[in-house]
């Protein structure tokens, strides 16, 4: 199919309407959550990582850029983290900056919509600008705009890059063919709106884009001996190194991004990067209908399980028409050849096929590898090639090899609806949804009954019905996985409680629903705790040292389990003296405490010769869920796990099998120290007041229990085969102790250290290590502490004039200003000291002292010290990292580059008014 010669040449009134008709479906999908009061921003399907690392973030950058400042730094996060990973790295790209400005929920929601709009419109512009149809483009449009991965990870960073890809690979397909120099200048902007959209992805997917468009076309051009060799293959191989190298060095996010890379850790459990999807999963390709209920990939290891999601789908008659598109290969002038290549290398990634799964073992792919990143590129082309077969059914050419390809098609799909029919029986949406579609293929097999000579327009006309309709249900019906805004961030109760001074002190919740990770930020309290894909490896070490693992592997199974996505710290396992150093407060739950026991208990027998039923899992009383024990009475369950003391917070439940014998279950829990046992607690919970007031909620303060164990009872009619007994939570909160101070109990269990530590406090017993190595090998051996702060590096022959860590009378620092990049304080010290911050010690930190600029020493290996003399002086800490002044200079240079180029190919343009002239060889 011949490449059109402009881009012009498509009348604009096609370009409207396409966009406005995209505009009007996105509008109406978004506005079936506005209409009930929700946002899609919040609405997760797959991964909670938008809402809880990125959006806090973002409010961060928006009132800076609002308030005329640039943030590169989340006081809030960890001890402090980089803000240009993830955030400030999307400050060059366009949608990102109106959502920035606009400063609230809704522009971050416009931001959504519109983004979605103009990945399908960009779609559009590349299906003409390869030849095809008005009516082609715009399925190509839906297809990529509605496709599964835009339904599922419609909140995250990623399709600021995805908007851009048709772009891209339109300008790279113009140029690779014919070298032209306007070609040239829209591949490196949209290129430069891919590395803009914030993620790793296009740092190495599209370079592939390149090598896979800049071969094949140089082959072709070879093939058809156009010109000789030399002038084929030179210039397109200088393209192809010019637009790779030129790419990974133009932005200002490479040095900082190699650096935060670099200097940081993130999970990598041991086969990660070679996950595949199953082959048995290609149905899901076409349609999400058979999403729940499909198997995981044979050989995944558990902890993978939660990685192996099912392919985002395509959509039935996108799919339909792609596959009929390969009928007319031979008839194609190379273009249609070029993305079935293109599409099979996709598949081959995507699925693991043989051959294709060396580039997943690449240097960085396999320690950045997603392989989710692929279902975008397979979707773009799928769409593309869904417009090819709609344009080939308009000629009604081969119109039987599409009955044949629909009738396959429809008896696979009728297979799997027999194979799950009892999962679709008991989900009515589902069966409505596989009906209409089955009711859809019918109507398909009508038209082209009725033998008419227009039976291919009138196919053509219906497809497109057919492919907007179901892509559009799609989108709008298709369930979150975590349920309707399950991850929407709402104030937390206890700020209504508690006045906590935010400046001075930090939050560690070892429950991450009271307090998720990172959200905290939204209400400028500082969390110690630091979610994401990548954390700066000093506080990895840290973490490691104070919780005693001993290999990443413990680490990486801490930071997975359960799906808490970060890394804890261990109350239990952590020395007391580290502590007090690293907790001002500290939050726990009634439901979700310190420490789930829920596992830790193993099935007994308990009054009965027989064996009883178990389970552990999720159960719903009174519209109210809980991860609990079902016991079937009589049954006995013993911990595995002594426990010396603590609050038990628990709940209690009945999981009825309704009928004139339901009468309740007994509840008891006994504690056993020694060779003795007693009575903890007892609770008959009559069937009637179950099912009325549902969970029953209790605590009790356990101490010096060496074993606990559960027991049920049937009802008093002894009837076993009716009623259920349900422990729910079994929760162990953390004891009353000297070392904390139960502040309030009618929420969540609120604790504050007795011994609490501010940010910033004055030190005169210091104690020098030679590197940071040792200084980790003391927080491993438990020496962590307030008493004596270790620093790492030669002493500089600074010695205060007393070793005390209590400061001298007269001592007194003010916190004058607390910013993102920025923190100033007063002091006025009577005898020299050193300043210690509980600010994590990161490269791009500097100290000025009275305007002289003075070295951070890293204290205590992850903390910030400087030496302060006597007297009264202003400290003032900047956050100004050099990578990221080298990368923005770097920038700001390509853009007045990039302005100069796109001036010239202007006056060109107007200078030669067939905008013609190739580059030379």
């Known amino acids: 199919m011949k490449l059109m010669k402009s881009l012009r040449a498509i009348p604009f009134r096609q370009y409207i309407s396409a966009f406005l008709f995209l505009l009007l479906l996105v509008s109406i999908a978004f506005a079936t959550r506005w209409f009930q009061g929700r946002k899609m921003l919040f609405e997760i399907l797959w991964d909670p990582i938008p809402v809880q690392l990125f959006y806090p973030g973002d409010r961060i950058e928006s009132l800076a850029l609002k308030n005329g400042k640039l943030a590169l730094w989340d006081p809030y ?8 990973m993830p955030t400030a790295i999307t400050l060059a790209h366009p949608l990102k900056l109106i959502a920035f400005l606009w400063g609230t929920d809704n522009g971050f929601e416009f931001m959504l919509l519109l983004r979605l709009v103009l990945a399908g419109f960009f779609s559009y512009i590349l299906a003409r600008g390869i030849g095809l149809s008005h009516l082609a483009g715009m399925v190509s449009a839906i297809s990529y705009a509605f496709c599964g991965f835009f339904r599922q990870f419609h909140n995250f960073q990623d399709l600021n890059v995805e908007m851009f890809y048709p772009l891209a690979l339109l300008f790279l397909i113009r140029l690779f063919q014919e070298l032209k120099f306007f070609d040239l200048i829209c591949c490196i902007w949209s290129g430069y709106f891919l590395i803009t959209g914030g993620h790793p992805e296009p740092f190495y997917y599209f370079p592939g884009m390149i090598i896979v468009s800049g071969t094949y076309y140089t082959i072709e051009q070879l093939l058809c001996k156009t010109n000789k060799p030399k002038q084929i293959i030179f210039p397109r191989m200088f393209f192809i190194i010019f637009l790779i190298l030129f790419f990974h060095m133009v932005h200002f996010i490479v040095e900082p991004g190699l650096e935060v890379f670099l200097r940081g850790w993130t999970y990598h459990p041991e ?11 290609i149905i899901a390709l076409f349609t999400p209908l058979f999403d729940f209920w499909l198997q995981s990939p044979r050989g995944i290891r558990e902890q993978f399980i939660q990685f192996t999601a099912i392919p985002s789908y395509l959509g039935f008659f996108p799919g339909l028409l792609a596959l009929y598109s390969i009928f007319n290969l031979r008839q194609s002038r190379g273009t249609l050849t070029f993305f079935w290549v293109f599409t099979i290398i996709m598949l081959g990634l995507l699925f693991g096929i043989p051959g294709f799964s060396w580039f997943l073992s690449l240097p960085f792919v396999n320690r950045l590898q997603n392989f989710r990143y692929f279902q975008s590129v397979l979707a773009l082309l799928v769409s593309v090639l869904a417009g090819f077969g709609l344009d080939q059914l308009r000629k009604n050419t081969n119109l039987r090899n599409f009955l044949m390809l629909l009738s396959v098609l429809t008896l696979w799909l009728i297979f799997h609806l027999l194979r799950f029919s009892n999962y679709l029986l008991q989900n009515p949406r589902f ?26 327009i009138r196919l053509a006309g219906a497809l497109f019905f057919l492919v907007s309709a179901e892509l559009f249900f799609y989108f709008i019906f298709v369930s979150p996985l975590y349920g309707l805004q399950a991850f929407q961030p709402e104030k937390p109760k206890f700020l209504e409680r508690v006045n906590l001074d935010f400046h001075l002190y930090r939050l560690y919740s070892p429950d991450q629903d009271i307090l998720p990770p990172d959200t905290a930020s939204i ?4 969390d110690i705790r630091e979610r994401g894909p990548l954390v700066p490896k000093e506080y990895y070490r840290m973490v490691s040292g104070l919780n005693g693992w001993k290999t990443e592997q413990d680490a990486v199974d801490a930071f997975l389990q359960n799906g808490r996505f970060y890394l804890p710290f261990e109350m239990d396992r952590i020395p007391d003296p580290a502590q007090d150093m690293l907790f001002g407060y500290l939050l726990t739950k009634h439901r979700l405490g310190t420490k789930s026991l829920l596992e830790k208990f193993q099935a007994g027998i308990l009054f009965s010769p027989g064996p009883r039923y178990l389970s552990k899992a999720k159960y719903t009383v009174v519209n109210k869920s809980r991860d609990a024990l079902l016991l079937h009475p009589p049954s006995r369950l013993k ?9 038990l917070l628990f709940e209690i439940g009945i999981m009825p099998a309704q009928g004139p014998q339901s009468d309740g279950a007994e509840f008891l829990l006994l504690g056993q120290t020694g060779s003795g046992a007693r009575l903890l607690f007892y609770r008959f919970l009559p069937y009637s007041e179950a099912v009325k007031s549902g969970w029953k909620e209790y605590r009790l303060n356990l101490r010096e229990q060496a074993m606990l164990e559960l027991a049920t009872l049937p009802g008093p009619r002894g009837n076993l085969a009716q009623d259920f007994a349900l422990f729910g939570s079994m929760e162990l909160g953390v004891a009353d102790s000297p070392e904390y101070q139960l502040l309030d109990d009618s929420g969540p269990f609120l604790y504050q250290r007795i011994s609490r530590v501010p940010r910033f406090f004055l030190s005169r017993n210091v104690e020098w290590v030679e590197s940071q190595e040792k200084s980790l090998e003391l927080i491993r051996q438990g020496k962590f502490s307030r008493e004596k702060i270790f620093l790492s590096g030669k002493n500089p022959g600074l010695i205060p004039a007393q070793n005390s860590i209590e400061p001298s009378l007269g001592d007194e620092i003010y916190l004058q200003k607390d910013e993102t ?20 010690y990161l490269s791009g930190w500097q100290a000025f002292l009275d305007g002289e600029e003075k070295r951070i020493y890293p204290a205590n290996y992850y903390f910030r010290a400087v030496w302060i003399p006597s007297g009264a002086h202003r400290l003032k800490f900047l956050y100004h990292p050099l990578s990221f002044r080298i990368g923005f200079f770097k920038s700001i240079g390509f853009l007045i580059v990039g302005l100069v180029l796109t001036g010239l190919l202007i006056i060109r343009r107007i200078k030669t008014a067939d905008g013609s002239g190739k580059f030379s060889a």
């Open 77 to 84: 996060r960890g001890f402090g983290s980089r803000l240009i």
């Open 271 to 281: 086969g990660l990067g070679k996950l595949n999807f199953d082959i048995q999963h």
């Open 431 to 456: 069966l409505v949804a596989g009906a209409l579609i089955i009711f859809s293929i019918a109507l398909l097999f009508i038209i082209y009954f009725l033998r008419r000579a227009s039976s291919g």
């Open 523 to 526: 209400w400028k309290l500082r």
């Open 639 to 647: 911990c595995s796990e002594k426990i010396l003391n603590g609050n």
């Open 821 to 840: 990049d920025l923190v100033e304080l007063e002091l006025k010290l009577k005898e020299p000291a050193w300043l210690i911050m509980t600010d994590s």
